[in-house]
């Protein structure tokens, strides 16, 4: 009989660690840009509804290359291409349920390449966006989309068991606008075997569908599946004081990454206004019970390895230390 070879996914190095060891031990960078920003300095298109899920499709050299610069520049945790990814949208495509799981575990398989060209522990985490990032019409800024928690844990389920089918090795439940959908995706990522953690969009000192920051980081309470918890694509004046609430709230190591500051139009599909992410803002965040510390749109591998000087994540060589270690 011929020799039957691993598949790739095996072949890759992984971890030694568990990611929530590594928060144990002190901060852990985050990539930046939900890969968006590095794409489209590469020269990609991503005005498809699809956004850069698209290129698992047509461009994953692309998305492999972005997670590359990241990895390079100093990102000990990779987020995954699939953000905008679910099997509605694929649909709409005329893409099947079977392939559309193959593209969600090749989101994960392209950063665990990417991940394998530096010589330390990086960890893949697959990205799972709100329903509002499939509607494409920028709700997921708004929540509220008059469905319940149960009908969003439906939506969610599918999608949350063929990525951690994938090997990941967390699940970044991210950009979640609300309460109702933070409930869901907790209820779905019940028995998935996985570490997760659950980033809100705020705006001010609430959720970006009015909630009390208290609450929201409050759901996680006793959850010993979710390594962390806090803020992700928001103005980052509005993160430190989130990252105070999460920390006394939950008693979890707290994720931020804020955007670069610039805000999204839905409607013209653009950024406008100024940047105004500062990486010197890190230390206070860290101060303040951060661990899991990155950017989000707009912030790219240049600031991440900023970032890494800052954090004291990076070796002399440039190339980011696990937490705990020399």
């Known amino acids: 009989m011929p020799r039957r070879h691993a598949p790739v996914h095996e072949l890759v190095r992984r971890p030694v660690r568990t990611l929530g060891r590594a928060l144990a031990a002190g901060p852990v960078l985050l ?14 298109d991503l005005s498809d509804a699809l956004w850069s899920a698209r290129l698992l499709l047509d461009g994953p050299g692309q998305i492999e290359a972005a997670h590359t610069a990241y990895a390079r520049a100093g990102a000990q945790v990779l987020t995954t291409s ?42 893949v985490a697959a990205s799972v966006g709100p329903y509002g990032a499939m509607l ?5 800024y708004r929540g509220r989309y008059g469905l319940s928690v149960q ?18 090795d967390a699940l970044a439940l991210e950009t979640v606008p609300d309460v109702d959908e933070a409930e869901a995706l907790l209820r779905a990522v ?21 909630q009390r920051l208290e609450t ?18 928001c103005d980052p004046a509005d993160a430190g004081r989130a990252v105070r609430v999460a920390a006394e709230v939950s008693g979890k190591p707290v994720a931020v990454y804020p955007n670069s500051g610039e805000r999204w139009d839905a409607e013209g599909r653009c950024w406008v206004g100024a940047p105004t992410f ?28 900023e970032l890494a000087v800052l954090l004291g994540t990076a070796t002399a060589g440039g190339h980011a230390k696990i937490p705990g270690e020399g």
């Open 190 to 210: 019940e028995g998935c075997g996985l570490p997760v953690w659950l980033s809100y969009s705020v705006a001010g000192d609430r959720t970006r569908a009015g």
């Open 216 to 233: 929201a980081f409050g759901l996680v309470s006793g959850r010993d599946d979710v390594v962390a918890v806090g803020v992700n694509c």
């Open 31 to 44: 990539d930046g840009g939900g890969l968006s920003n590095q794409l489209e300095a590469q020269g990609c």
């Open 82 to 123: 699939g953000y905008q990814a679910t099997f509605e949208g694929f649909a709409r495509r005329g893409i099947g349920r079977a392939e559309a799981a193959e593209l969600f575990a090749r989101s994960v398989l392209l950063a665990r390449r990417a991940a394998g060209t530096v010589e330390r522990d990086v960890w």
């Open 136 to 140: 494409a019409d920028g709700s997921e």
């Open 278 to 305: 500062d990486p010197g803002r890190a230390r206070a965040w860290s101060d303040a019970g951060a661990r899991l510390i990155g950017g989000c749109c707009r912030v790219g591998p240049d600031t991440i390895a």
């Open 151 to 168: 009908e969003l844990e439906r939506f969610h389920r599918p999608r949350i068991e063929a990525l951690a089918a994938a090997g990941p």
